[in-house]
């Protein structure tokens, strides 16, 4: 199977696209044609998208940060070969999954904190007002983080970009190099596993 | 009775199910109640996890990335594109400035240019109908000369072993190639030594790009590059695209203040 690792060992950028916004597509012209400008007028524009991707595959903004500015040297270098069949974003988007991708598989693993099993979803809905329901708020962040870097990277990137960007099946097979019917199925294992770590905490009483 | 297995019931919450399966699911779901609390559960999770926290990035967030990737960018990174965009509208561009030509071009018979003239004069000229058209024609050839540049750069620099592919480059050519011979005509019409010379330099090389095979071996490569930096055709299209920015800029500023 074809996976994240380009031919270069370098992140693997996605085949060129679909639509470009109105927005984008003037601006897009005279980056192509080497105006920096241009470019640093794409890059100001979508280096916050491109962070919220990387961020939420890396889990780290130190990492995030060196995946957004890899996105962009992967981008420009690229530029020309990107024919407008994809919207920008989504474009850098995939761009900045693969490097994330390729990032958390070069990275050493870091054993995870332990979960506390005490269910928080408890004390949100509970009628403790102000300090304890945020509280509870930030511990079901880290339980959801814990949960998510339970992960494998795929299934992360997968379930990552299809629930928290919402992109679509084909979109991720482009990014991950993966079939729809593989893509689905990471998709599932990484809604199982968090369903296992997470459960305690939103369990359904029968 | 059948429950539902767990990756069914995740395919039907996360609406990846066919119509048809989710349909035989969403009727057990309304017969079994063990079924439903855990899809219940399935969408919980789904919307704990939306819960993530990305850190916040400022508004100059932007401007940040750029200081910081700017100096790591390839100095002069050339783009195909750039000059494999060239667009119908350079024909138009060609017409207008066959339609306006003829009164202008005496402003670049040879003479240097003269970008310090007196603002008094200014008003006068850029009401003048004489230098809306010549900003015209600065404009069109400008471009013109601009996108040649771009295109033999490229094709200066262009390196592979074995045959090299120039069919993108020779569909370009052919594009420039007809601007370019209507540029001249109308500008040898104008007696505009200049920029009919320069077109008329440009023109050959155009036309043998046009005409040669589109794979060529290294030999032939390195024999057209040859014969482009002979010609210093590079180095005088950038010198008086140049020129002709500099006056286009007078003239634009020079003519603000009737705007």
Known sequence: ?206 | MNHIQEELLIAVVLDEAEPRTRADVELHLAGCESCRNEAEEVRRVLRAAVSDDVPERGPDYGAHVWARLEPRLPPAARHRSSWVDARPWLAAAAAVLLAVSAFVIGRWSGAPLDTTRESAAVHEISTDPRSVRERVVLAAVGDHFERAERALVELAHATDEGTVDIGAEQAWARQLLDVNRLYRQSLQDASSPVLSDLLGELEPILLELVNSPSRLSEPELRALQARIEERSLVFKLRVTGAQMRARQRTLFHDGEPTS
């Open chain 1, 1 to 206: 199977m074809r996976f994240f690792p380009g031919p270069n060992g370098g992140c693997r950028l996605p085949s060129n696209l679909l639509i470009v916004n109105e927005a984008d597509a003037a601006i897009l012209t005279r980056a192509k044609s080497g105006n920096r400008e241009a470019f640093r007028t794409i890059v100001e524009r979508h280096s916050a998208g491109v962070f919220r991707v990387a961020y939420r595959l890396t889990r780290s903004e130190q990492d995030a940060e060196d995946v957004v500015q890899e996105t962009f040297l992967k981008a420009y270098a690229e530029l020309r070969s990107f024919e407008g069949r994809a919207a920008l974003g989504t474009w850098l988007h995939r761009i900045a999954a693969n490097c994330a991708i390729d990032l958390i598989r070069r990275r050493p693993a870091v054993a995870g904190e332990p979960v506390d099993a005490e269910p928080a979803i408890m004390r949100v809905a509970s009628a403790s007002p102000g300090p304890d329901r945020q509280a509870a708020g930030r511990e079901m962040r880290e339980h959801v983080e814990a949960a998510l870097a339970d992960l494998t990277p795929l299934e992360r990137a997968a379930f990552t970009l299809r629930h928290l960007e919402e992109q679509s099946i084909e979109e991720i097979c482009r990014v991950l190099g993966q079939s729809p019917s593989a893509t689905r199925h990471s998709i599932f294992r990484a809604v199982a596993k968090m369903r296992r770590s997470l459960a305690p905490l939103v369990g359904v009483q029968p």
